[in-house]
């Protein structure tokens, strides 16, 4: 068992992390608990999951009761969190109370704004189940849902009291949604820890393939860069925690050019960010051709895009550079990117000219 400290004074917390936290979850929770019913909410997929925590919940002597979630980016919707409050309220939660949520970033977002918001603030458990949560939605206090107008633009900082990860639960998880997850571990190694990214090249296929020591040690290691990053950063403010957006302007541009419609997974359009990032970076002579090839050459050995033709995004640049104006991180006409002097050696520049990423991407294959 791994433990990673998130600290932030009096909101900080414990990060466990190993096999058989989850069916050990229960006496962990009691003194969560206090002697109260524990209400979970979970993912519609991974009611199996559910079962193993429930089961240890009643080996422990807690009470709980579970509500069942559509899978889904819809989910995180108002009618979403509009039904979890109400499902807690009827439940009669008070603020003391601790709401258990077991799933994907769309559960933890989800359930982490519900809890932000009733009663002015209850408290929450994290227990993720998908390597994206596992390695970051779970960890850093970031929740929220999306509208009409775009993802994620209804939200709340509430950091959880604690996050339960068990990486026994991703052998359920679609082998392109454990792909996809990946991509956010090696960003951790890609913005300021080299040594990482050596560590993910020489054991990333094995990880993926099923390796659960391999997938531990990937877990706490990025648990710890985030927990660091959150801690000097928490809401964002002092241009550390925006490291985390490494590879994510590019990819949210093709994230909305392919239209979520499920033919471009989150983590797939990072990966590919990631690597048009860092070759816009040696576009403009930042950063050695050598490390960006090492780079898409990882990408592509774990079955992950490198750039536009893997990801299939045949739109032009200009159209690419319409859909980043669009980006909520856009101000004053200006859109802060992250670049990279090298791996290991991400910056944040506001002062990259949107004509230039557009003559980029025009001259990127398709
Ligand atoms: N809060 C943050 O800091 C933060 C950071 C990154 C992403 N996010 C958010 O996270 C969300 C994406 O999270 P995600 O990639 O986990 O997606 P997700 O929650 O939609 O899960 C992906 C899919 O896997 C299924 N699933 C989950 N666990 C499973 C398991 N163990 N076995 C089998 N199936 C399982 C889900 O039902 C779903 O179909 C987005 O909404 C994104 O905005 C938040
Ligand atoms: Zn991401």
Partial sequence: MKSVTVALGSRSYEVEIGAGTLAGAGERLRPVARGRPLAIVADENVAGHLATLTASLDAAGIAHASLSVPAGEASKSWAGVARVCDWLLARGVERGDHVVALG?????????????????????????????????????GKTGINTAAGKNLVGAFHQPSLVLID?????????RELAAGYAEVVKYGLIDDAGFFDWCAANGAALLAGDERLRTEAIAHSVAAKARIVAADEHETG??????????????????????DGSLIHGEAVAAGIALAFRFSVGSGLCPADDAARVAAHFRDV???????????????????EHMRHDKKMEGGTLPFLLAHGIGRTFLDRTVDLGAVEAFLDGEPR
């Fill in 239 to 260: 241009g550390i925690r925006a490291l985390l957006n490494l590879g994510h302007t590019f990819g949210h541009a093709l994230e909305a050019e392919a239209g979520f």
């Fill in 104 to 140: 994907g970033g769309v559960i933890g977002d989800l359930v982490g704004f519900a809890a932000a918001i009733l009663k002015r603030g209850t408290r929450f458990v994290q227990v993720p189940t998908t390597l994206l949560a596992q390695v970051d939605s779970s960890v850093g």
């Fill in 167 to 175: 990486p026994a639960v991703l052998q359920t998880l679609p082998a």
């Fill in 303 to 321: 079955g992950l895009p490198d750039g536009l033709a893997a990801a299939g995004i045949t739109a032009s640049g200009a159209r690419l550079v």
